[in-house]
């Protein structure tokens, strides 16, 4: 069956640093990839979209790679700071336009 | 631009009760989703609506769960009876079109089972 991974353990780093969160996923071949920030009590909000034919994509802070040999997305914040602190979870589209997200990693980032 | 709207934000109920919860997408939005997110869980898709047509109800405990979208405007998921299992935050989100990617989420709704 189509399983994602995330790292389960929370993510704990310095100020300044930047994060790496890894999203593994099996069983399928998404045509795309994307990534959603979600605080306590509150919806997830999309951050970033990469197509299967994209390897690298950049939106300020943030940089997602996609590997479809390894079939792994990493996501990338750079120069972190204490807003960043959340929970990212990871959303490979499967065929027939269905997004499925995975568990999700908490981020902490401390000043 | 409004985002999507849901009520209510809370609800207690004792198990073997109904709850329903309505969702108001975004204007223009054609494609409408309800997640269920249990804590420390990702979003999981319960059904997946194209205007007022049914995309996808593959994980959408029929037995319990039902959701309609009228005028493929609004949408309604309705629980009855409820289970401790149901004990969850139920979020709408919504796409401009089904293979554009990105979803709308609202603010979700909490419901606590006892």
């Given at each position: 069956?189509?399983?994602?991974?995330?790292?389960?353990?929370?993510?704990?780093?310095?100020?300044?640093?930047?994060?790496?969160?890894?999203?593994?996923?099996?069983?399928?071949?998404?045509?795309?990839?994307?990534?959603?920030?979600?605080?306590?009590?509150?919806?997830?909000?999309?951050?970033?979209?990469?197509?299967?034919?994209?390897?690298?994509?950049?939106?300020?802070?943030?940089?997602?790679?996609?590997?479809?040999?390894?079939?792994?997305?990493?996501?990338?914040?750079?120069?972190?700071?204490?807003?960043?602190?959340?929970?990212?979870?990871?959303?490979?589209?499967?065929?027939?336009?269905?997004?499925?997200?995975?568990?999700?990693?908490?981020?902490f980032?401390?000043? | 631009?409004?985002?999507?709207?849901?009520?209510?934000?809370?609800?207690?109920?004792?198990?073997?009760?109904?709850?329903?919860?309505?969702?108001?997408?975004?204007?223009?939005?054609?494609?409408?989703?309800?997640?269920?997110?249990?804590?420390?869980?990702?979003?999981?898709?319960?059904?997946?609506?194209?205007?007022?047509?049914?995309?996808?109800?593959?994980?959408?405990?029929?037995?319990?769960?039902?959701?309609?979208?009228?005028?493929?405007?609004?949408?309604?998921?309705?629980?009855q009876?409820?289970?401790?299992?149901?004990?969850?935050?139920?979020?709408?989100?919504?796409?401009?079109?089904?293979?554009?990617?990105?979803?709308?989420?609202?603010?979700?709704s909490?419901?606590?089972?006892?």
């Open positions: 069956s189509q399983k994602i991974e995330q790292n389960s353990e929370a993510l704990n780093i310095q100020e300044g640093k930047t994060a790496t969160l890894t999203c593994n996923y099996t069983n399928y071949s998404p045509a795309y990839l994307q990534w959603y920030r979600q605080d306590p009590g509150r919806g997830p909000v999309f951050l970033l979209l990469i197509r299967e034919n994209e390897k690298e994509k950049r939106k300020e802070r943030l940089k997602v790679t996609f590997d479809t040999t390894l079939k792994q997305s990493l996501f990338h914040i750079t120069a972190s700071q204490p807003a960043d602190s959340a929970t990212y979870l990871c959303a490979p589209h499967t065929g027939g336009f269905k997004t499925i997200f995975g568990a999700g990693t908490r981020l980032v401390k000043a | 631009e409004a985002g999507v709207a849901q009520s209510p934000r809370y609800k207690i109920i004792e198990k073997r009760q109904s709850v329903a919860f309505w969702c108001n997408p975004i204007s223009g939005h054609a494609t409408l989703y309800w997640y269920q997110q249990i804590l420390g869980q990702g979003p999981k898709l319960l059904i997946q609506f194209q205007n007022n047509g049914v995309v996808d109800d593959s994980q959408l405990p029929k037995d319990r769960f039902s959701a309609e979208r009228l005028k493929g405007v609004d949408s309604t998921l309705k629980i009876p409820a289970k401790l299992e149901d004990s969850a935050v139920y979020l709408c989100a919504s796409s401009y079109r089904v293979d554009t990617g990105e979803l709308f989420f609202g603010e979700g909490r419901l606590t089972v006892l």
